[in-house]
Each structure stands twice: as C-alpha cells, then as structure tokens.
C-alpha cells in the first residue's frame, strides 16, 4: 500500500468514528413556541381577587359601597397583573371618547403654545386626552380639521378660528351634540400683513401719528415698514401691541403692549368646555384681564418690564 493510500485510510476512519459519534449523541429537542403574553382583563383581576366581574369594576373606578378588604384586594389583584382599562371598553360603555378637539390656526405661536398648555393641563386633570389640530390659517383647513375630530367623535372643541363665518361652522358642527369653546379669533394677522399694512398707512399724505397692533406679528411687521420708510417709532409714530411677547422687551425700541396670561385663556376655556360636556350649559362668555406695560415704543414714560 502506498503512503497515500495509507493516508486516505487513515482519514476516512476518523470521519466515520466522528460521524458514529455524533449519531450516538442526544439530540436537543427544538425549542418549544412561546405563545404570546396576554393582556390582563377586567375578568383575569375579578378572578385573582375572588369577587365578581361587576364588583372588580366598581372598586377601579371609585364607586362606594364596597367593603375597604373588598377594594384592597381588587386593586392589589390589579396592580399584579399589571392591569390597563380598555379606553374602547369605556367608550363604549360611556358612549364617551374622553377626547377633546383643539383647533388653533398656528401652532408654531407663542400664544397658541402656552393656551394649548394651560388648556392641557386642566382636561388630563378631568380624564380627558388632547387632539391638536393646525388650520395653518386656512379657512377650509380648519374645516377639515373639524371634520377630523368629528370623525373621531371627541367629546368637546376648543377652536380658534381662522375666521370661518358663524353659518359654515355651524353647517360642520352640530353644537348642540359637540360643546365648543371658542377662546381666540384671527383678522389680518401675519408679520407680512402688518409690514404691508404700515408701508401703506406710512405713505400717507397725512400719516398716522400714533399706531394700535392687534397682535405682536403685526406689530413687528409694521416695524419693519417704519425701518423701510425711515420713520422712528416713537419719535415720529407711537406703537402699541394688543400683545405681549416675550420678546418685547428686546426690541429696539421696546415694544408697549397690552399683556395677558395665554395660559390661564387656555385653562379657562378648558374649564368651560369640561362644564359643557358634562351637564348642559347655557353660553356664556367670559374675559379675562389685562395688564397695560409701558415701554419706549409708545412714547410715554417705561415703566418697571414684567
């Protein structure tokens, strides 16, 4: 026999005594499949506490009349199996989304921000959730928007309008079934408006000697028209803002305004829309106050800035 012979031999030896080794082993049995975690029911936590469906029910949702064990043993049964209430269930026994619309016509203002906050803040207190919405100053996006959160059957609207006439809100949504709160409106109102708006009033034959701005846009807008003209406010025209930025007073001059609370117009619509939604209501209208701050832009003496 050759040595390569040989060397074949040899080799083809091993491989079986390998191969008879493997066969002789154990196999591992394949892994067996793990059916997915079930969400815990209502009926799963009645059942770890020993009561009935209806009595688990109660004790999770406050309602008296039941013995303090009774809770207890409920709510730890709960918390155990990590126990979520079904927000469908409870709409459709409530008939009640829980869900409130907010419409605002631009969502990347400072006004509409601090509304959506305080508003916020008031409906997660009452168990509602918040659906934001932006029109982007668009009539028949604010339409849409509507038709949206109708659609999703919210309970209740906090709308500023883009400045939809009363009879097209009206043909979109039925009050009567949908409580709105209306807490701003919108006319003319974009930094491109006012400096337009001020070009124009500027080139007067008699021009103005004093100006009101119904937002802080426009009167940055109308700014930027008196820079152009070369006119110098106050020298030559006061300005006033029926709004308080927060940048006010950085402005050079800095910028005389009419200052509100935006959060508190938010947390107070929200308040009247969550009495609207539980119990009829007659509407009502409701203001809230103001604060003059006097700064360079008006020409008259500064006062200490808020």
């Known amino acids: 026999m050759t040595l390569q012979e040989r060397v074949w031999q040899r080799r083809n030896r091993l491989r079986n005594r390998f191969s008879s080794l493997a066969a002789s082993e154990p196999r591992e049995s394949p892994a067996p499949d793990v059916a997915p975690r079930r969400k815990a029911t209502l009926a799963d936590v009645a059942e770890r506490a020993g009561v009935s469906t209806s009595t688990a029910s109660r004790a999770l949702n406050g309602h008296g009349g039941l013995a303090p064990a009774t809770r207890a043993a409920v709510q730890d049964a709960a918390a155990k199996l990590n126990f979520q209430p079904s927000a469908l269930a409870r709409s459709l026994r409530t008939q009640q989304t ?8 631009d969502v990347s203002s400072p006004f509409y921000a601090a509304a959506l906050k ?28 509507l038709e949206t959160l109708l659609s999703h059957q919210v309970d209740g609207l906090l709308v500023a309008s883009t400045g939809m006439p009363r ?15 209306f807490f701003d409106g919108v006319v003319d109102w974009e930094i491109a408006d006012g400096r337009r708006a ?16 119904s937002s802080a846009e426009l009167a940055l807008g109308f700014m930027s028209a008196a820079a152009t003209r070369g006119i110098r406010v106050p020298d030559d025209v006061a300005l006033v803002a029926f709004d308080d930025p927060y940048f006010g007073d950085l402005l050079e001059p800095p910028l005389t305004a009419v200052a509100y609370d935006a959060r508190e117009i938010g947390a107070t619509a929200a308040e009247l829309l969550v009495e609207a939604m539980r119990s009829e209501t007659m509407a009502v209208e409701v203001t809230v106050p103001v604060t003059l701050v006097r700064r360079r832009s008006c020409g008259c003496q500064p006062e200490a800035s808020r």
């Open 98 to 105: 829980f869900t409130v619309g907010f419409v605002v016509p």
């Open 118 to 145: 305080g508003a916020q803040g008031r409906l997660e207190q009452a168990g509602y959730r918040v659906m934001l919405m932006d029109a982007s100053l668009d009539v028949d996006r604010e339409l849409a928007a």
């Open 167 to 181: 009879a097209l809100f009206d043909g979109a949504v039925d009050a009567a079934a949908t409580p709105t709160i």
């Open 198 to 213: 001020g070009m124009e009033l500027l080139a007067d034959a008699e021009p103005a000697t004093a100006v009101l701005a």
